[in-house]
C-alpha cells in the first residue's frame, strides 16, 4: 500500500498531544477561551506559528462580508483548529468547522472538546476534499 506523506498529519499529532496534556494538567471544565490561550502558547513554544481568532470573510457575487467568520487557531498555516468546552460536540459543531475549513482555503482541520473525558472521543479530524478539475 503506497502512502502518501503530508506533513500536516504530523502537525495535527503535535497539535492533539499538546491539547492531551493541557487537559491531563488542568482537566475539562475551563473555558472554551482559557484552553485556546494556553494551547496556543503552548503550541508557540514547540516553535510553531499560531494566529488567534483568525477572520475570514464572506464573498458571494457583489456582496461581501468582512468579518462574517472567526475560527479560534491556525497552526503554521496548514491547520485550522476549533475548539470547544462543551458536554458533547453536535453535527452544528462539525458544520461549523467546516464551514471554516472551506473559507479558509487550508485542507486540514481539527475540532476539539476539551470537555471529552478521555479526550480523543472529542477529537474530529477533517481533510477538505477538492473538486475535481474541469476536463
Known amino acids: 500500500m503506497n502512502t502518501i506523506h503530508r506533513p500536516e498529519y504530523g502537525l495535527t499529532s503535535k497539535i492533539i498531544c499538546a491539547c492531551i496534556d493541557l487537559q491531563r494538567i ?5 473555558l472554551e477561551r482559557a ?3 494556553l494551547l496556543a502558547a503552548e503550541l508557540m513554544e ?3 506559528v499560531v494566529r488567534r ?3 475570514f470573510p464572506l464573498i458571494h457575487r457583489s456582496v461581501r462580508i468582512t468579518k462574517a467568520y472567526k475560527t479560534d487557531l491556525i497552526v503554521n498555516e496548514k491547520v485550522l483548529v476549533e475548539l470547544k468546552a462543551i458536554r458533547t460536540l ?3 459543531d462539525t458544520a461549523q468547522t467546516l464551514t471554516y475549513l472551506k473559507l479558509s482555503g487550508l485542507e486540514v482541520a481539527l475540532l476539539i472538546n476539551f470537555n471529552a473525558v478521555p479526550l480523543k472521543t472529542g477529537i474530529k479530524r ?3 476534499t ?3 478539475p474541469p476536463a
Open 26 to 30: 488542568f482537566g475539562p471544565g475551563l
Open 126 to 128: 477533517f481533510i477538505r
Open 90 to 92: 453536535t453535527d452544528a
Open 130 to 132: 477538492h473538486p475535481a
Open 46 to 48: 514547540q516553535g510553531l
Open 35 to 37: 484552553y485556546e490561550e
Open 53 to 55: 481568532q483568525v477572520i
